[in-house]
């Protein structure tokens, strides 16, 4: 079974986001990590692999510092990489990542696509459903659990309040849902071995796509960060005069009562 | 010269930490109060290769340098120094004077399961008598047709009862001396060797210290380590290479306590202030932040020796030294800093404090470290 893995870097969750000087989230010294649910996604595949043998092979966009994350998927068990990195591909939105990523996915053999269900930076949660329905190919979001068998896929998702157990054909895409799995660290060997693993480099033109084939549908206008959290009230005074006034606030300003 | 950690570093240092703080950490209080040693923990290391980091792979070992190994018993003794010594001492002094001196047999069927982890290994030196004077050594061993009979006991040895593999030191002719004194390949469950007593320690209490006791231990004549009169140099050369691992271990407590006591200084408000603006506590901290710098470069300079194969006695006893004197600096501090909490065992600085006191004593205590450095440097 070939499995494709989708995999986007993303801010460190503890990373502090702060605007530059103009008005764009500052990325400098900022520590990038795999995009956890992604995490749930490697994963996946390396169980699928181990259950059907086959190839993992994971599909990512943007910058150099991409490879690190890419690195850390291939010591972790994944087979190779690609990496499409062009000028062209400053700051896509999501309609033109998903085209991209179609391109690129259509040139290897799949018979499933895992991605996270949503990247924790912008969580727009938009390419993967997007790659899908640019392949033709069916798709379900938020897998809590997957069984595969003659060409088809039993998979459970989380819906509200619930879960919802969906037979799927393949090829499909799949994206994955925290709970699916407890992804593996890389070991020592996984790390070693992973930098004889190539790290497929691939430009717009090798795909045989142009700048002029893919205008952006959206662009961001602003960022805004949210308003800082006000500071706290100390009410002062004796302890049963001070509980007085505290019920008043809570029920005639804070209406919580 | 290039202070920064390579691809592989950043990645190997990321994965164990993660590992210690996700896996290690959270149980660290209550193995030190139970005296319960990692076995589960252990299993997951050896999963992750950290049971055969700087072996190679023809013998299933990772393949990497020195320094991938220091950074793995520093995270993980930065959270639990009694995990980090398990696993240096099974590396540095067991699987390692196997891979150095051992016999291709010995190879194959000692060092392969030590580096998987399918086994644990440790080394026994000390004896009642004989501690840093090796020449004290009052075990023996006899060459009976095709067997050694080895006699007598061992003390105070790290990861005994729990390991599989033991490599032991015993006289063979007492009027040679240390010439006299042989190295030899045990296994746990041969007819006459046994474990005594489990030692009641200040610190690094989930490790396991036992007494190995030997009596009329028949073993066969292919399980002498080198050649006979070589075990006290194999016993040098092996203590030179594990003060990587202490050293490691140190460096690991000191920067765990480190950070406890950082956090807790830009926390706790005092007379004002967060502990951290009061200059008085940023001096401890500036010092702190500044030995462990140093004992950094002298224990990542080690492992470069180590990893070029050049001499590195003297780097490895200055890396010793200095980390474990770090150690027991910052952690008293970070205690200080704490003040009353950091003396409770709520914080885990208490315990680290207790885990310092022993790198300054075991592998060659500090004032053997001393001995060795200058005699490298007189030498010179």
């Not at chain 1, 179609?102 to 390419?127: H, N, T, W």
């Not at chain 2, 700087?54 to 990497?64: D, N, R, S």
């Not at chain 2, 050594?137 to 061992?154: L, M, P």
Request: aromatic share 6%; glycine share 8%.
């Amino acid at each position: 079974m070939d499995i494709v893995v989708c995999l986007k870097q993303t801010f460190d969750t503890e990373a502090k986001i702060v605007l530059d000087s103009s008005g764009k989230i500052d990325s400098t010294g900022v520590n990038l990590v795999m995009n956890p649910y992604d995490e749930f996604a490697v994963e996946e595949a390396l169980k699928l692999r181990e259950k059907f043998g086959g190839q993992v092979t994971l599909v990512s966009m943007g910058g150099e510092r991409v490879t690190e994350s890419l690195r850390t998927a291939l010591a972790m068990g994944c087979d190779e990489a690609i990496l499409i990195q062009d000028p062209a591909l400053e700051s896509p939105d999501e309609w033109v990542t998903a085209e991209v990523l179609a391109k690129a996915v259509s040139q290897i053999p799949y018979d499933i696509i895992l991605a996270g269900r949503i990247a924790v930076d912008d969580g727009s949660g938009q390419v993967a459903i997007r790659l899908a329905d640019a392949l033709k190919i069916p798709s379900v979001n938020c897998i809590l659990k997957l069984e595969t068998a003659d060409g088809k896929a039993e998979v459970t998702r989380e819906i509200d309040g619930g879960t919802e157990l969906i037979e799927v054909s393949l090829p499909a895409v799949l994206t994955t849902q925290k709970g699916l799995n407890i992804p593996r660290y890389p070991s020592m060997m996984g790390i070693m071995k992973a930098k004889k693993k190539e790290i497929k480099r691939l430009t717009l033109a090798d795909l045989g796509m142009s700048a002029a084939d893919l205008p952006r549908k959206m662009s961001i206008m602003k960022f805004n960060l949210p308003s800082p959290r006000k500071g706290g009230m100390k009410i002062s005074g004796e302890a049963a005069d001070a509980a007085k006034e505290l019920a008043r606030i809570l029920r005639e300003e804070a209406k919580v009562i | 010269m290039n202070f920064d950690l390579n691809e592989d570093h950043i990645m190997m240092r990321k994965m164990v930490r993660d590992f210690a703080e996700q896996e290690c950490a959270p149980g660290a209080e209550e193995r030190d109060e139970k005296e319960e040693f990692p076995m589960e923990l252990w299993k997951k290391c050896g999963e992750l290769g950290l049971a055969g980091i700087t072996f190679p792979e023809e013998y299933c070992g990772v393949g990497a340098d020195y320094l991938s190994y220091a950074i793995t018993v520093e995270e993980l003794s930065r959270v639990d120094a009694s995990l980090g010594v398990t696993v240096s001492a099974h590396s540095s002094l067991c699987a390692n004077p196997i891979y150095l001196f051992g016999t291709e047999e010995q190879k194959q069927k000692y060092l392969i399961p030590l580096v998987t982890g399918e086994k644990m290994g440790a080394f026994g030196l000390t004896e009642a008598m004989a501690g840093s004077d090796a020449s004290g050594t009052r075990t023996t061993a006899v060459r009976d047709g095709n067997d050694y009979i080895i006699n007598g006991s061992k003390i105070f040895i790290t990861n005994g009862y729990y390991a599989d593999t033991y490599v032991i030191t015993a006289q063979m002719d007492k009027s040679k001396g240390n010439r006299g004194i042989a190295a030899f390949i045990l296994e746990k469950g041969m007819p006459g060797f046994t474990f005594g007593k489990k030692e009641k320690k200040m610190g690094i209490r989930s490790s396991a210290t036992y007494e190995l006791v030997f009596e009329n231990v028949r073993i066969p004549a292919e399980n002498l380590l080198g050649e006979e009169g070589q075990g006290f140099k194999i016993a040098m050369v092996t203590l030179d290479y594990g003060r990587i691992g202490i050293a490691s271990q140190a460096l690991g407590i000191a920067q765990g306590a480190y950070e406890q006591a950082l956090k807790y200084a830009k926390e706790r408000s005092q007379f004002g202030k967060t502990l951290s603006e009061l200059e008085v506590i940023q001096f401890k901290l500036a010092d702190m932040a500044l030995q462990i710098e140093a004992a950094r470069l002298l224990v990542y300079q080690a492992c470069h020796m180590a990893t070029e194969h050049r001499p590195v006695s003297k780097y490895a006893a200055m890396a010793k030294v200095h980390a474990s004197e770090t150690a027991n600096m910052v952690a008293t501090q970070a205690v200080q800093i704490l003040g009353g909490y950091g003396y409770t065992r709520d914080y885990p600085v208490e315990r680290m404090m207790r885990d310092a006191k022993i790198t300054e004593i075991y592998e060659g205590t500090s004032e053997i470290q001393r001995l060795v450095i200058a005699a490298n440097i007189l030498k010179d």
